[in-house]
């Protein structure tokens, strides 16, 4: 089981990304998505996590109103839409799958059993 994480890339303050998570070897429908980031000598972040069946979504309150975790699972693909970002948004960004439609705490880390490679998003001022 893998996640892969992509596009990732350099775009200016204030541009706009769209981040997608595919998997191998695994469905991700009916499973709840997470996303975190982590900058250079920071700790990891909680970003965004939607649960299996996309009905609740919830962001990091660093990112909301400008970010939206979505999915399509009959694509097998979660996704991140980033929009007005800012400098201290660049990192690498991962995406996590688990075992259940839902969490208590979807921010905590430790509920996703599968992950991957990130995708590194660097936002020039």
């Known amino acids: 089981v893998q996640l892969q994480a992509s596009g990732g890339g350099l775009v200016q303050a204030g541009g706009s990304l769209r981040l997608s998570c595919a998997a191998s070897?695994?469905?991700?429908?009916?499973?709840?998505m997470a996303w975190f980031r982590q900058a250079p000598g920071k700790e990891r972040q909680f970003v965004a996590a939607?649960?299996?069946?996309?009905?609740?979504?919830y962001h990091g309150d660093s990112v909301k109103a400008r970010f939206t975790v979505f999915r399509a699972n009959a694509k097998n693909t979660g996704y991140l839409q980033m929009n007005s970002l800012k400098p201290e948004d660049t990192a690498v960004y991962y995406c996590e799958s688990g075992d259940r439609n839902t969490y208590y705490d979807f921010g905590y880390s430790g509920n996703y059993a599968y992950w991957g490679q990130g995708t590194l998003v660097t936002v020039s001022s």
């Open positions: 070897g695994r469905t991700l429908s009916g499973f709840a």
């Open positions: 939607i649960n299996g069946r996309g009905s609740n979504r």
